[in-house]
Structure formats: structure tokens, C-alpha cells
């Protein structure tokens, strides 16, 4: 099994997740922003799931990961929420009963080392609006990646595994949860492209559920 690294400096993710349940409070269902991975492998069980869109955020690869989707050595990307724009996604609603417990497993999965920063977003959905908890990402986090040209990009779709896969099963994965939901995101879209013309993910994929890497 791959060995986490620590947590990052200033960074505690026992503390952070503790101040995360002082903010929720267990008084009522806890509803959890998802837009990238939650998508397709929430591994939480949720009583209710709409359609929701946020603001002041969009959906962005631009996280480091050298655990999920890469390794110290070479280092891989997953999405996040960056300040600015609107992003479209899903809520889920979880039982007050169990959501303690679920929000911990959560926390093991997104937190290993306080990467994200845990907010509150006014979510949108069509039966109204509801405060969801959502993993952002500061600019000024050293895990932020920046903007990468497309030659960066694509060594790293070649060659970042971690514990979860690769960066590139990441990124097609997530593009299909989107297309399934009638979310057209632009980049995701630019990117699955830049992957199919150069050959690291088969153009006939594009709409099939990516179960499986490419040869």
C-alpha cells in the first residue's frame, strides 16, 4: 500500500474536520457539493441527490496529487474548486443519523493531508437553494499547479498513477459523469480531447463509462 505523506505544514486534517462538524452542528441532514469524483464514486450512501450549481467557484485541474491520482515522484492532478465563475455538479444529502460517520470516511478520502479547504456554499437546486459542504482550493496553496501547457499536461496524463488510478482514468471518468448529467464543461471537454488525439484514451471511449485504462 502506497505510504501517505504528511499532512501538509499548518495543515491538520483531525482539526479541520473537527471544525467542519462544529460549523455543521448535527442538527440537521448534511448535504455534500460534489464535482468531480463524487460524482461517480461517492462511497457515502445518500437519501436524496439533485442537480446544483454554485457561484463565485469553478471546476478546475489544477491540484496537485501525489497520492490519488499520483505520487511523490511524479506527481499527478485532480480537480478543485478555484475562486471565480459558476461550477455545475450535484448535491447529496446525507441522514443526520449517519452523516458523522460518513463525513469522517469522507475526510480519509479528499483530506489525507489538509489539502482542500472545506467551505460552505449556497448551493442552487431546482427544488431551492441548500448549504453544502464543498472542497476548495486556495491559489495560494502550494498543491495549486497553476496553468499548465499542454505538453505538461500530457506527460502527466501519461505517466500519474496513485493508490486511486491515474490522472488520466480521472479525468475520463469525470468527463462521462458530466456528459451523463448534461453538464458541458468546456476544458474537461479540451482536455479529453488533447488525450484522444494523442492516442492515450480511444476516441470511440468517448461514450462509453471508461471501466477500464486504455491499452
Known amino acids: 500500500m502506497q505510504e501517505l505523506p504528511p499532512h501538509l505544514p499548518g495543515r491538520n486534517p483531525a482539526q479541520m474536520l473537527a471544525h467542519t462538524r462544529a460549523q455543521w452542528g448535527g442538527r440537521g441532514d448534511l448535504w455534500i457539493f460534489g464535482y468531480a469524483s463524487l ?7 445518500a437519501v436524496e441527490h439533485r442537480s446544483a450549481q454554485v457561484h463565485g467557484w ?44 460518513e463525513l469522517e470516511r469522507l475526510w480519509q478520502r479528499e483530506m489525507p493531508t489538509g489539502v482542500y479547504d ?13 448549504p453544502a459542504l464543498a472542497f476548495t482550493l486556495s491559489r495560494r496553496s502550494e498543491a495549486y499547479m497553476g496553468r499548465l501547457d499542454d505538453a505538461q ?13 491515474s490522472t488520466l482514468q480521472y479525468l475520463a471518468h469525470t468527463a462521462h459523469a458530466l456528459r451523463e448529467r448534461g453538464v458541458h464543461d468546456r476544458e474537461v471537454q479540451r482536455l479529453m480531447r488533447l488525450a484522444e488525439q494523442h492516442g492515450l484514451w480511444p476516441p470511440a471511449a468517448a461514450a462509453q463509462k471508461p471501466d477500464h485504462p486504455p491499452p
Open 39 to 45: 460524482l461517480w464514486r461517492q462511497e457515502f450512501e
Open 118 to 130: 472545506p467551505r460552505w456554499l449556497p448551493a442552487r437546486t431546482p427544488q431551492g437553494t441548500v
Open 153 to 165: 499536461m500530457l506527460h502527466i496524463l501519461r505517466h500519474a498513477s496513485g493508490r486511486y488510478g
Open 58 to 101: 469553478h471546476r478546475a485541474l489544477r491540484m496537485r496529487s501525489r497520492v490519488n491520482r499520483g505520487s511523490v515522484q511524479q506527481p499527478g492532478l485532480v480537480f478543485a474548486l478555484l475562486p471565480g465563475g459558476a461550477c455545475r455538479g450535484m448535491v447529496f444529502r446525507l441522514r443526520r443519523e449517519t452523516a458523522d460517520e
